[in-house]
T-cell receptor
């Protein structure tokens, strides 16, 4: 299957600072990338969808100014959590689909802890 | 509204004890159904795609089947390393392939 790499795997940051998470498709061109948040023992909650070169589409209730998404190339999307607070601590996961392929492949996830 | 429901929520089996996980779906115009495995602290790992009723896919001790209303993930003679959460999902938004996930089945295989 296709490989999606997410970095970093975990990060600890101070309250009020910003954190950037990268999601790369290593062996295919990702026309669409998705960002999820997952709370313990719960399923994935979609935050936003991004297409290369376009603005991201955010799900209802997700603050677009807090969670900045950039999909500047067909192999890279970034999620920046701005002015992070402890309640933003969570597990963030990206996924990607290629042209003409409905299968989604996921990154390893990023554990964010805001202290 | 598209919906995906998985059962049971949790399942504990003895090593070697075969069983099945269920994924029921309600979606207008099914274009595929996916099964993923997720280990704690990791992202979901792609297992199978099923495209039409009657289709079956196999991988080691896992076999996925699909009907017009549900999918089953059959686990034959499981081993402790099969312990994980199994998620099913369907694409629900033509054009950008947004996925609707079930809540998952947490499978524990006891040695």
């Amino acid at each position: 299957g296709a490989v999606v790499s997410q970095h970093p795997s975990w990060v600890i940051c101070k309250s009020g600072t910003s954190v950037k998470i990268e999601c790369r498709s290593l062996d295919f061109q990702a026309t669409t990338m998705f960002w999820y948040r997952q709370f313990p023992k719960q399923s994935l909650m979609l935050m936003a969808t991004s297409n290369e070169g376009s603005k991201a589409t955010y799900e209802q209730g997700v603050e677009k100014d807090k969670f900045l998404i950039n999909h500047a190339s067909l192999t890279l999307s970034t999620l920046t959590v701005t002015s992070a607070h402890p309640e933003d601590s969570s597990f963030y996961i990206c996924s990607a689909t290629g042209t003409g392929d409905i299968r989604a492949f996921f990154g390893q996830g990023t554990r964010l802890t805001v202290v | 509204e598209d919906q995906v429901t998985q059962s049971p929520e949790a399942l504990r089996l003895q090593e070697g004890e075969s069983s099945s996980l269920n994924c029921s779906y309600t979606v207008s115009g099914l274009r595929g159904l996916f099964w993923y495995r997720q280990d704690p602290g990791k992202g979901p790992e792609f297992l199978f795609t099923l495209y039409s009723a009657g289709e079956e896919k196999e991988k080691e001790r896992l076999k996925a089947t699909l009907t017009k209303k549900e999918s089953f993930l059959h686990i034959t003679a499981p081993k402790p390393e099969d312990s994980a959460t199994y998620l099913c999902a369907v694409p629900t938004n033509f054009g950008n392939e947004k996925l609707t996930f079930g809540t998952g089945t947490r499978l524990t295989i006891i040695p």
